[in-house]
Protein backbone atom coordinates (compact mmCIF):
# COMPACT_ATOMS: atom_id res chain seq x y z
CA UNK A 1 0.00 0.00 0.00
CA UNK A 2 1.76 3.35 -0.63
CA UNK A 3 1.80 6.21 1.28
CA UNK A 4 -0.89 8.11 -0.34
CA UNK A 5 -3.13 5.81 1.43
CA UNK A 6 -2.86 7.06 4.90
CA UNK A 7 -1.84 3.43 6.30
CA UNK A 8 -1.40 2.83 10.16
CA UNK A 9 1.13 0.54 11.31
CA UNK A 10 0.16 -2.77 12.01
CA UNK A 11 -0.83 -3.85 15.64
CA UNK A 12 -1.14 -6.91 17.00
CA UNK A 13 -3.76 -8.27 19.74
CA UNK A 14 -2.90 -7.89 23.30
CA UNK A 15 -4.84 -11.45 23.74
CA UNK A 16 -2.83 -13.52 21.97
CA UNK A 17 -0.43 -14.95 24.46
CA UNK A 18 -3.46 -16.07 26.22
CA UNK A 19 -5.02 -17.23 23.74
CA UNK A 20 -2.72 -19.80 22.96
CA UNK A 21 -2.25 -20.97 26.30
CA UNK A 22 -5.85 -21.90 26.51
CA UNK A 23 -6.04 -23.57 23.16
CA UNK A 24 -2.72 -25.38 23.83
CA UNK A 25 -4.64 -26.50 26.88
CA UNK A 26 -7.83 -27.58 25.13
CA UNK A 27 -6.75 -28.75 22.06
CA UNK A 28 -4.09 -31.30 21.07
CA UNK A 29 -3.57 -29.78 17.54
CA UNK A 30 -3.38 -26.53 18.56
CA UNK A 31 -0.47 -27.47 20.68
CA UNK A 32 1.10 -28.89 18.40
CA UNK A 33 0.78 -26.11 15.47
CA UNK A 34 1.21 -23.62 17.66
CA UNK A 35 4.84 -23.33 18.45
CA UNK A 36 5.50 -24.08 15.31
CA UNK A 37 5.11 -20.00 14.36
CA UNK A 38 6.96 -18.43 17.14
CA UNK A 39 6.18 -14.85 17.86
CA UNK A 40 3.74 -14.14 14.46
CA UNK A 41 0.51 -13.34 15.24
CA UNK A 42 -2.74 -11.93 13.41
CA UNK A 43 -2.18 -7.99 12.31
CA UNK A 44 -4.59 -5.17 11.89
CA UNK A 45 -3.39 -2.56 9.22
CA UNK A 46 -5.27 0.37 7.74
CA UNK A 47 -8.50 2.73 8.48
CA UNK A 48 -12.10 0.74 7.93
CA UNK A 49 -13.10 2.29 4.63
CA UNK A 50 -9.32 1.31 2.94
CA UNK A 51 -9.26 -2.16 4.19
CA UNK A 52 -13.04 -2.66 3.23
CA UNK A 53 -12.66 -0.81 -0.25
CA UNK A 54 -9.49 -2.90 -0.68
CA UNK A 55 -11.89 -6.04 -0.43
CA UNK A 56 -14.19 -4.80 -2.88
CA UNK A 57 -11.54 -4.25 -5.29
CA UNK A 58 -10.04 -8.07 -4.59
CA UNK A 59 -13.24 -9.80 -5.37
CA UNK A 60 -12.93 -12.77 -8.03
CA UNK A 61 -9.53 -11.68 -9.08
CA UNK A 62 -5.76 -12.71 -8.32
CA UNK A 63 -4.18 -11.19 -5.29
CA UNK A 64 -1.48 -9.99 -7.80
CA UNK A 65 -4.37 -8.68 -10.07
CA UNK A 66 -6.07 -6.96 -7.20
CA UNK A 67 -2.72 -5.58 -6.05
CA UNK A 68 -2.44 -3.97 -9.39
CA UNK A 69 -6.02 -2.57 -10.01
CA UNK A 70 -5.84 -1.47 -6.46
CA UNK A 71 -2.07 0.81 -7.20
CA UNK A 72 -4.11 2.32 -9.95
CA UNK A 73 -6.56 3.31 -8.04
CA UNK A 74 -4.90 4.75 -5.56
CA UNK A 75 -2.90 6.94 -8.54
CA UNK A 76 -6.50 8.56 -8.65
CA UNK A 77 -6.64 10.15 -5.25
CA UNK A 78 -4.13 12.48 -3.20
CA UNK A 79 -6.16 10.70 -0.46
CA UNK A 80 -8.05 7.56 0.07
CA UNK A 81 -11.56 8.83 1.81
CA UNK A 82 -15.29 8.40 1.15
CA UNK A 83 -15.66 11.88 0.05
CA UNK A 84 -12.82 11.71 -2.41
CA UNK A 85 -14.11 8.66 -3.69
CA UNK A 86 -17.25 10.01 -4.52
CA UNK A 87 -15.61 12.84 -6.19
CA UNK A 88 -14.05 10.82 -9.43
CA UNK A 89 -15.65 10.02 -12.25
CA UNK A 90 -16.87 6.83 -13.03
CA UNK A 91 -15.20 6.61 -16.04
CA UNK A 92 -11.70 7.21 -14.21
CA UNK A 93 -12.53 4.40 -11.84
CA UNK A 94 -13.24 2.40 -14.76
CA UNK A 95 -9.59 3.09 -16.37
CA UNK A 96 -7.96 1.90 -13.42
CA UNK A 97 -8.94 -1.59 -14.06
CA UNK A 98 -12.56 -1.27 -12.21
CA UNK A 99 -15.61 -3.46 -13.44
CA UNK A 100 -18.97 -1.58 -13.16
CA UNK A 101 -20.40 -3.34 -10.87
CA UNK A 102 -17.07 -2.40 -8.12
CA UNK A 103 -17.39 1.02 -8.98
CA UNK A 104 -20.99 0.62 -8.18
CA UNK A 105 -19.99 -1.16 -4.89
CA UNK A 106 -17.18 1.64 -3.84
CA UNK A 107 -19.84 4.26 -4.40
CA UNK A 108 -22.09 2.38 -2.36
CA UNK A 109 -19.35 2.07 0.12
CA UNK A 110 -18.30 5.69 0.33
CA UNK A 111 -21.56 6.70 0.54
CA UNK A 112 -22.53 4.63 3.29
CA UNK A 113 -18.84 6.37 5.65
CA UNK A 114 -19.83 9.75 4.35
CA UNK A 115 -22.92 9.98 5.31
CA UNK A 116 -22.58 8.48 8.69
CA UNK A 117 -25.30 5.28 7.77
CA UNK A 118 -22.41 3.39 9.42
CA UNK A 119 -20.16 4.85 12.59
CA UNK A 120 -17.16 3.46 12.86
CA UNK A 121 -16.62 4.72 16.09
CA UNK A 122 -19.05 3.10 17.54
CA UNK A 123 -18.18 -0.31 16.86
CA UNK A 124 -16.10 -0.35 19.96
CA UNK A 125 -19.73 -1.19 22.17
CA UNK A 126 -21.14 -3.04 19.39
CA UNK A 127 -21.33 -7.31 19.33
CA UNK A 128 -19.86 -9.31 16.23
CA UNK A 129 -23.30 -10.25 15.12
CA UNK A 130 -24.43 -6.47 15.00
CA UNK A 131 -21.32 -5.72 13.08
CA UNK A 132 -21.68 -7.77 10.62
CA UNK A 133 -25.32 -6.84 9.93
CA UNK A 134 -24.69 -3.57 9.24
CA UNK A 135 -21.80 -4.36 6.75
CA UNK A 136 -23.34 -6.60 4.55
CA UNK A 137 -25.89 -3.91 4.25
CA UNK A 138 -23.65 -2.16 1.71
CA UNK A 139 -23.75 -3.77 -1.59
CA UNK A 140 -20.76 -6.12 -2.33
CA UNK A 141 -19.66 -6.98 1.08
CA UNK A 142 -21.04 -10.24 1.95
CA UNK A 143 -20.99 -12.47 5.60
CA UNK A 144 -17.45 -13.44 4.60
CA UNK A 145 -15.59 -10.06 4.13
CA UNK A 146 -17.53 -8.83 7.15
CA UNK A 147 -15.92 -12.23 9.50
CA UNK A 148 -12.31 -11.08 7.54
CA UNK A 149 -13.18 -7.28 8.97
CA UNK A 150 -13.69 -8.29 12.18
CA UNK A 151 -10.70 -10.63 12.71
CA UNK A 152 -8.13 -8.35 10.65
CA UNK A 153 -9.43 -5.28 11.39
CA UNK A 154 -11.15 -5.25 14.84
CA UNK A 155 -9.01 -8.06 16.10
CA UNK A 156 -12.34 -9.62 17.33
CA UNK A 157 -11.27 -12.72 19.01
CA UNK A 158 -14.09 -14.98 18.52
CA UNK A 159 -14.63 -15.10 15.01
CA UNK A 160 -15.45 -18.68 13.31
CA UNK A 161 -15.66 -18.19 9.46
CA UNK A 162 -17.93 -21.13 8.42
CA UNK A 163 -17.49 -20.06 4.75
CA UNK A 164 -13.78 -19.77 4.24
CA UNK A 165 -13.11 -22.76 2.44
CA UNK A 166 -8.93 -22.58 4.35
CA UNK A 167 -11.06 -23.58 7.81
CA UNK A 168 -12.55 -26.19 6.23
CA UNK A 169 -9.42 -27.67 4.41
CA UNK A 170 -7.42 -27.65 7.87
CA UNK A 171 -9.87 -28.96 10.20
CA UNK A 172 -10.34 -31.90 7.46
CA UNK A 173 -6.56 -31.93 7.47
CA UNK A 174 -5.62 -31.93 10.98
CA UNK A 175 -8.63 -33.70 12.70
CA UNK A 176 -10.10 -35.80 10.22
CA UNK A 177 -7.81 -37.52 8.32
CA UNK A 178 -8.17 -35.47 5.44
CA UNK A 179 -12.17 -36.26 4.78
CA UNK A 180 -14.43 -33.40 3.67
CA UNK A 181 -16.10 -32.09 7.38
CA UNK A 182 -19.53 -29.93 7.58
CA UNK A 183 -19.99 -26.78 8.46
CA UNK A 184 -21.95 -28.03 11.12
CA UNK A 185 -19.03 -30.54 12.30
CA UNK A 186 -16.72 -27.78 11.98
CA UNK A 187 -19.07 -25.80 14.27
CA UNK A 188 -18.86 -28.59 16.63
CA UNK A 189 -15.55 -28.95 16.93
CA UNK A 190 -14.44 -25.25 17.14
CA UNK A 191 -16.60 -25.00 20.64
CA UNK A 192 -13.46 -25.90 22.36
CA UNK A 193 -11.81 -22.83 20.51
CA UNK A 194 -14.01 -20.26 22.55
CA UNK A 195 -13.90 -17.61 23.15
CA UNK A 196 -10.27 -17.59 21.26
CA UNK A 197 -11.92 -19.03 17.68
CA UNK A 198 -10.22 -16.36 15.90
CA UNK A 199 -7.03 -17.40 16.93
CA UNK A 200 -7.42 -20.94 16.15
CA UNK A 201 -8.60 -20.52 12.51
CA UNK A 202 -5.60 -18.45 11.99
CA UNK A 203 -3.08 -21.03 12.95
CA UNK A 204 -5.03 -23.55 10.56
CA UNK A 205 -4.83 -21.11 7.67
CA UNK A 206 -0.71 -20.79 8.71
CA UNK A 207 -0.55 -24.72 8.48
CA UNK A 208 -1.76 -24.69 4.97
CA UNK A 209 0.44 -21.30 3.85
CA UNK A 210 3.44 -20.67 5.16
CA UNK A 211 3.14 -16.92 4.01
CA UNK A 212 1.01 -15.10 7.06
CA UNK A 213 -2.30 -14.30 6.34
CA UNK A 214 -3.75 -10.47 6.09
CA UNK A 215 -6.17 -7.73 5.03
Known sequence: MSGTSGAAPASTPE????ACRHLARRDRVMRRLIPKFG????QSRGDPFITLARSVVGQQISVKAAQAVWERFERLLQHIT????LRLKTEDMRT?????RKVEYLVDLAVHFDSGAIAPAAWGGMDDEAIIAELVAIRGIGRWTAEMFLMFH????????LDDAGLLKGISLHYFSGEPVSRSEARQLAAAWAPWRSVATWYL???LDSEPVAY
Not at 15 to 18: A, D, L
Not at 39 to 42: E, H, I, P, Q, S
Not at 154 to 161: G, S, T
Open 205 to 207: WRS
Open 15 to 18: YWSQ
Open 39 to 42: DARL
Open 96 to 100: AGLSA
Open 154 to 161: LLRPDVLP
Open 82 to 85: PAAV
